[in-house]
């Protein structure tokens, strides 16, 4: 394996998205060279060429980020941004991303995700660059068999949702690609429930449309645009009756992508390597909302309601694997997710759409 | 869902191929249009456009093929020919088809087999056509967890090779277009191991290289061109000790796809049905080896070696499934399939470079 390599270049697929655009700052600040291509499909464009999450970033930290607006299913655009950097590692965050959507039109996220990410490897291995973070889903899981849920609970069974099923197949296509070059070297993440914002509060989520993760809804109800929230519960088997989750913090997360950089520049490992990315702590609904509803000082009305079929008590990991392989480990309570989300839609009411 | 288009013209893509090429017989002998697209990736061409395959089976029918040589992954291509013919089904034969090279070159079968297959699926989407028989293979089962194999049987679970997880993860998309649009019909159709020839001895399995499969390797022993089989056994708990399997003749293959597009034409089913498509016999391979050197009245020499690990012993399927949804029954001998296939051998002893 290559390790000679000097190149500070990673290319982030997607960068200008939730988790890519925060993942930029302790990039830059570890030393980095960041380059960003997105279509911007689900991005809010700024002046210029660059979206505004980009400028965002740029302004705080007061480095220029290399983008590029291309599309992962464009090959020969692709095969230029490879031709222009030496890059010492891809990091894949690009896909869409929307559950519910994803059942709407299968072909349009099998196609975006699956097909963009062969691309994307075919692309990657024709310049020899055979390093790669890539943003996976704790959903691949599934509904839990044991808890916490460690890397070696099965995947792929029973996914019932679109989205899922993209991620798991890529995740195999990962495998077999490593199966057959031994100078491939993946580290997979797989991501619990991100949520939360840049301490700054100017660098958020920014979904569109109705949010369908917690906390944004959350956040919405406390803001005022929307009036209540539907809390399934009553007959979970948890501390409240709410379903329990696990929540990162997005800089936890971000920082977590500069782990598996540094892993991946120091060690001379290889093949894909599958690890769970969130705090391995569970809070219920209700105890998000209380906390939410904490530190904005807003009430947060909510309703319980049944809860649909399949939907799932408890869903948390263990996240010792990361501790152990990347020395990293997630180090910001829920206190903080709230309060960091809080001040980001306090001044971004409206998203980056606020600043246009 | 629009059951009254009289439309008789049906697509075959990779109709250039082993089994696509016998379907278009019966096809035609059943009153259907046939209009093939084939990359002639693994055809041999012939005079002008068409490859050798198409214009034996013009001379076999006495009737015209059209013939597009186009690739699935050419979106644009592929919509014009829906532009120029109004389709009442698509048959989904083309994809890259050899297990040991598909994990040396995982990329490529993806990329060919899976986003090939997401291509034609956008492109029927847009034109209106929602039926299709897709070619899928037993080898989604993976080793059977019991015997004979049902369509209720397991499957995607420890696949291990590219080949086999592109079919299901192909399978997997088409039940999520078909949940996401109830228009959709589409007959799955999990073959076990197609062999034979059609009898009149012009037309048969072109492939490329070494076979990998039994009946062609075990003819080529035969016509001379490889000195000596190696046959894994001893110790299997089969018959004789060596591996049962259940093999069909490609005409009795080819009659089940037209069974499919009559039951398509008739029925108001819709969403996604997996047919298992063989006799439900097992034979091991020393009474196929017995049988072909029967008919071919040559000394077909093996060896006995032992069984890779993860070898299985026997894998036949219940075919009582295909007889009651569709109508159809496999109904050619073991001794068919050697005869056929010693037949077009004997003729055509280099393939389809013989002719040209």
Redesign the interface.
């Known amino acids: 394996m290559d390790n000679t390599s000097k190149s500070k270049f990673v290319l982030l697929t997607g960068g200008a998205g939730y988790i890519g655009s925060h993942t930029i700052i302790p990039l830059i600040e570890s030393g980095y060279e960041v380059v960003v291509i997105d279509n911007l499909f689900n991005a809010c464009k700024g002046e210029g060429e660059k979206p505004v999450s980009i400028l965002q970033v740029e302004k705080l930290t007061g480095k220029q980020v290399t983008f590029y607006a291309i599309d992962l299913l464009d090959y020969i655009l692709l095969s230029e941004v490879f031709d222009k950097h030496e890059f010492c590692c891809v990091i894949h965050f690009a896909g869409l991303k929307y559950s519910n959507e994803s ?5 349009n996220y ?2 975006v995700n ?2 963009g990410s ?2 994307l ?2 692309v990657m ?1 024709e310049h020899n660059v055979k390093r790669l973070v890539f943003s996976s889903s704790s959903t691949v899981y599934s509904e839990p068999h044991f808890l916490p849920i460690t890397e070696l609970h099965p995947v ?1 069974q029973s996914l019932v949702n ?1 989205y899922d ?1 993209s991620k798991y ?1 890529i995740e ?2 990962i495998q ?2 490593c ?2 070059d031994k100078e491939w070297f993946v580290i997979i993440l797989r991501y619990f429930n991100s949520v939360g914002a840049h301490s700054s509060g100017t660098l958020g989520e920014d979904p569109n449309g109705t949010p369908s993760n917690l906390m944004p809804y959350v956040a919405q109800v406390a803001v005022g645009k929307i009036q209540s929230l539907n809390v399934f519960g009553k007959h979970c088997s948890t501390i409240d009756g709410t379903g329990v989750r696990d929540y990162i913090h997005i800089m936890d997360l971000a920082e977590g992508h500069v782990s598996a950089l540094e892993k991946m520049q120091k060690s001379n490992d290889s093949g894909a390597i599958a690890i769970n990315l969130s705090t391995g702590n569970g809070y219920s609904v209700l105890q998000v909302i209380n906390m939410f509803s904490q530190v904005s000082k807003q009430e947060i009305k909510y309703e319980i309601v049944d809860c649909p079929n399949g939907y799932c008590d408890s869903s948390y990991c263990d996240a010792s694997f990361a501790k152990e392989y990347l020395g990293w480990e997630a180090k910001r309570t829920l206190k903080e997710m709230c309060e960091d989300t809080w001040r980001w839609l306090s001044l971004y009411p409206q998203g980056f759409s606020t600043t246009t």
Do not use: A, E, R, T
């Not at 059942?103 to 072909?107: A, F, M, Q, R, V």
């Open positions: 059942c709407n039109i299968p072909l099998y196609k699956v097909c062969i691309n490897f075919q291995m792929g679109v099923k197949y195999g296509i077999d690609l199966n057959s």
